[in-house]
């Protein structure tokens, strides 16, 4: 009798934001990059990859859904990341279930996977770093893989490059590493997620039309074009890494706050510098730099940290040094970019809305109702330049999730639900 089995893992991976960036490969296929970098997770609550992987012995292909689309593995990545965690899956029993895999047998057993984000996927949100730390993390539970979450960092990395930093909570450093096969190109975990949980993150999702530029495209250019990234590389990002590690030990807002921002400033100057030059941010994104800029200044202190990534929306990640701090930065981000009239505010601030609550405002009279920050004279308002704002913080690294009904895939038939 044929046996008609499914065994399944469901995980839960957040995203993350380079806080120093990654942007240039030395290496195109193993994904090996010219310098370290360092993240911060993003709360799953807010933002996160859930996955399904299954296996059994009545399918007869690999296959994928994501988001509820079936879509093609024969892409280079995606078939990198199922060789490599194929090629380290162990023996599984379940004796319960009397279902029995040798390490041989993976070999010729072929997995379905399903997999959701709960946010716009390619929407400059780093769908990609939430989706491949998710996909290896869990086919590396399904296949009992021995390695530890470093060593599957350096499997996803080979999907994006950013995913290896999703697999830890808090804050991770990618080491660029020194040995050809990638081995050491991986990511660690420079404190956790509680480590510093005053933080609060605000990102604005930036309406855009903008033809997009890759991340792997844009890269490749500016590696081959900029003589600027070769200064970077060699000679900032290393004294910026060992600056930033410390300031996240001993949780230094303003030294922080002045590396994050500088680097982004940094990573967009590279991109200008490529030729034909790449420009990430617009008009809109300006705006919320030089916001952030004259607060800070204007309070003499840092109280609040900006960085943009190569979206095809150049939407802004801001990070508050508390709470106080965020409700007042929502305040003024409310008051430059008011939703449009037909927006309800629920669906304008997203994420832990109790910012929101801090921040005084209920509804969209409080909104309208909200004075001119004091430190711009004459300060305009820009309706409808922002699609909407997530509100988050620091988040843990990937989970197992446990509950069957949570599953992307049917246990009877590995198909999605
Ligand atoms: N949940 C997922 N599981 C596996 N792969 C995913 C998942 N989500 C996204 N991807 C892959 O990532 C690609 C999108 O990556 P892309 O880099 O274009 O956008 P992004 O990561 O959302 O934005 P950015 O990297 O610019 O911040 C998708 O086409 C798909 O191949
Ligand atoms: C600007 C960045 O977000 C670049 C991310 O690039 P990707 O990881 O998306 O690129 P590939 O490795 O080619 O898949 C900065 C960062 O996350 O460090």
């Known amino acids: ?15 993350n934001i380079a806080v120093i960036k990654y942007w240039g490969k030395r290496d195109e296929t193993l994904i090996l990059p010219v310098n370290d970098s360092i993240s911060v997770t993003l709360d799953p609550a807010h933002l996160c990859t859930t996955t399904t992987v299954a296996v059994s012995p009545s399918f007869v292909q690999d296959r994928m859904w994501l988001n509820g689309k079936e879509i093609s593995l024969s892409g280079g990545r995606y078939q990198n990341c ?9 023996d599984v029993e379940d004796k319960e279930r009397g279902i029995k895999i040798s390490k041989k047998d993976w070999e010729k057993l072929y997995v379905h996977i399903a997999s959701y984000n709960n946010f716009p996927t390619a929407a400059g949100l780093a769908s990609s770093a939430a989706g491949f730390a998710c996909l290896v993390f869990a086919l590396a539970k399904l296949m009992n893989a021995k390695e530890d979450n ?15 930093r999703s697999l830890f909570g808090g804050f991770v450093k990618w080491k660029m590493g020194k040995v050809e096969d990638g081995s050491d190109s991986l990511a660690v975990q420079v404190v956790d997620e509680k480590h510093w949980d005053d933080l609060v993150i605000i990102i604005a999702v930036v309406s855009s039309r903008q033809k997009e530029t890759s991340s792997t495209t844009g890269m490749r250019e500016t590696v081959e074009t900029s003589l600027l990234l070769q200064h970077r590389a060699k000679e900032i990002v290393p004294k910026r890494i060992v600056q930033m590690e410390e300031s996240i030990k001993n949780r230094n807002f303003a030294s922080f706050a002045h590396l994050t921002c500088a680097d982004s400033n940094q990573f967009h100057a590279v991109c200008m510098d490529t030729c034909p030059p790449i420009f990430y941010m617009n008009d809109t994104s300006h705006r919320i730099i030089s916001c952030a800029e004259k607060w800070n200044r204007s309070e003499g202190t840092p109280q609040v940290a900006y960085t943009f990534d190569a979206g095809p929306g150049p939407n802004a990640v801001l990070i508050a040094r508390n709470r106080q701090a965020a409700a007042r930065l929502l305040q003024k981000l409310l008051f430059y970019f008011p939703p449009n009239s037909d927006t309800e505010l629920n ?10 609550k801090d921040a005084g405002i209920e509804d969209l009279k409080d909104v309208e ?19 909407y704002f997530i509100c988050t913080r620091p988040g843990r690294g990937p989970v197992l999730l446990s509950d069957e009904s949570q599953a992307l895939l049917s246990p009877e038939t590995g198909l999605p639900k």
Not at 150 to 164: D, T, Y
Not at 372 to 385: F, L, Q, T, V
């Open 1 to 15: 009798m044929a046996e008609t089995w499914v065994r399944m893992v469901t995980a839960q991976t957040p995203t």
């Open 82 to 90: 199922l060789r490599e965690i194929r090629a380290r899956a162990c």
């Open 150 to 164: 470093s060593e599957l960092s350096a499997i996803a990395r080979q999907g994006s490059g950013s995913a290896c």
């Open 347 to 356: 669906s304008y601030v997203l994420g832990d809305k109790s910012i929101l």
């Open 369 to 387: 109702a909200l004075p001119p920050p004091p430190e711009i004279k004459d300060a305009p308002r820009y309706k409808g330049d922002v699609s």
